[in-house]
């Protein structure tokens, strides 16, 4: 089945940009989601990719699909101690029901 | 404002109780998961619902049960409550079309001692 992999912590300056990474196993997914989770919350979707975009940029946040590379990046700008998350990757292979499939998560702190 | 709503935050049972968890969302949404988060592990798929009274496997459905009897309500059961069952357990759902929002609730941390 379809496997997600980031890495598990990113620290980064305030200020600085950071950078999450994220590798899929299926080439067939339609959308892939980068969602954040505050502590003691639940996931809050913080952007998405459909699979024939190369990049998304919303405000801060910039997404970078590579297809071949089954390679999805998450950037975001001026990290602030506000972005301090856990940040999951999550893919939705073909198939329906908008079941997503979850990597890891990864925790980025923000120092100052 | 849409909302997920999980009955409780956090839980605290005992090995072998027969453990419900309710999820509500208001949303008319087809669609409503149960997933459990473990650290490093990500978020793993128990069961999902697509309509009411329809229920289809995830990866982990062992030791777990659901119930869908209305549209707004998804029930999650621990049959007989085990420690590896100590986790944080987060309903979400999600439209029928393709390529919607998944909406989530804030999370039951559930502790079988």
């Known amino acids: 089945g379809e496997d997600v992999e980031q890495s598990l912590f990113l620290s980064v300056r305030e200020g600085d940009s950071s950078v999450i990474n994220c590798t899929y196993t299926d080439s067939s997914s339609t959308y892939l989601y980068w969602y954040k989770q505050e502590p003691g919350a639940g996931l809050q979707l913080l952007t998405y990719?459909?699979?024939?975009?190369d990049m998304k940029q919303d405000q801060r946040l910039t997404v970078l699909l590579n297809k071949k590379d089954k390679h999805l990046s998450l950037r975001i700008a001026d990290t602030q101690t506000g972005d301090s998350a856990i940040y999951f990757c999550a893919v939705l292979p073909s198939g329906g029901y908008n079941k997503l499939i979850f990597g890891a998560g990864t925790r980025l702190a923000v120092h100052p | 404002d849409v909302k997920v709503t999980q009955s409780s935050r956090y839980l605290v049972k005992r090995t072998g109780e027969k453990v419900f968890l309710e999820c509500v969302q208001d949303?008319?949404?087809?669609?409503m998961f149960w997933y459990r988060q473990d650290p490093g592990l990500g978020l793993r798929l128990i069961y999902f619902s697509y309509d009411v009274k329809m229920k289809e496997k995830g990866d982990i459905p062992e030791g777990y049960s659901v119930s869908r009897e209305k549209k707004e309500r998804f029930s999650l059961i621990l049959e007989s409550a085990s420690t590896n069952q100590t986790s944080m357990y987060l309903c979400?759902?999600?439209?029928?079309?393709?390529?919607?929002?998944?909406?989530f609730g804030q999370g039951t941390r559930l502790t079988v001692v």
């Open positions: 990719i459909f699979s024939n975009m």
């Open positions: 979400a759902s999600s439209s029928g079309q393709m390529n919607t929002e998944a909406f």
């Open positions: 949303m008319d949404h087809e669609n």
